[in-house]
T-cell receptor
């Protein structure tokens, strides 16, 4: 158990809908990262927050957004969902911005 | 500049053998190189990591070899066991002054250790 908690574990929704994925980082970790994992794209970095502030953006679509709250948990919002958004979404956390990042178990999103 | 290239895509090794997975990078600003192990349905788990001022790091049966001049690093799994069968990802993290502290991942290697 990495100490990073993601909910829900599975999510099935229809095209055009909006969903919110939640991540609770390890205790004391200030950095949160979101990654998307699909079969043909590997692990793609979406966005990073550090202590409530957006730190870096990767290949995140305009339809996606995220935030980190004062208690350091983070949410990833996916809207106007398309079939191609079906993937595993992982959250990872680290104490600062160096060293290892620890991943949660992921949320499997299926868009039908 | 941010890409990390990983090979092979898949690997079959006999129990007790040595598994070797290779990665190469272009961006010299990377300063931290971890390897992750992922089992089906699970999140990637940090296995072992190295910084570029060290040429080798060993933890149990897992060893990272790092060649800074060639911009390559590899994972060696000694005495491979069926329980090691998983997908392995190399990754690299940018330095503090790059603004790129997120990990950039290789494409993954599916390892199968045959009993």
């Amino acid at each position: 158990d990495s100490g990073v908690t993601q909910t829900p574990k599975h999510l099935i929704t229809a095209t055009g809908q909006r969903v919110t994925l939640r991540c609770s980082p390890r205790s004391g970790d200030l950095s949160v990262y979101w990654y998307q994992q699909s079969l043909d794209q590997g692990l793609q970095f979406l966005i990073q927050y550090y202590n409530g502030e957006e730190r870096a953006k990767g290949n995140i679509l305009e339809r996606f957004s995220a935030q980190q709250f004062p208690d350091l948990h983070s949410e990833l919002n996916l809207s106007s969902l398309e079939l191609g958004d079906s993937a595993l979404y992982f959250c990872a956390s680290s104490v600062g911005e160096s060293g290892g990042a620890f991943f949660g178990q992921g949320t499997r999103l299926t868009v039908v | 500049q941010q890409q990390v290239k990983q090979s092979p895509q898949s690997l079959i090794v006999q129990k007790g053998g040595i598994s070797i997975i290779n990665c190469a990078y272009e961006n010299t600003a990377f300063d931290y190189f971890p390897w992750y192990q992922q089992f089906p349905g699970k999140g990637p788990a940090l296995l072992i990591a190295i910084r570029p001022d060290v040429s080798e790091k060993k933890e149990g049966r897992f060893t990272i070899s790092f060649n800074k001049s060639a911009k390559q690093f590899s994972l060696h799994i000694m005495d491979s066991q069926p329980g090691d069968s998983a997908t392995y990802f190399c990754a690299a993290r940018g330095g503090m002054d790059t603004g790129r502290r997120a990990l950039t991942f290789g494409s993954g290697t599916r390892l199968q250790v045959q009993p």
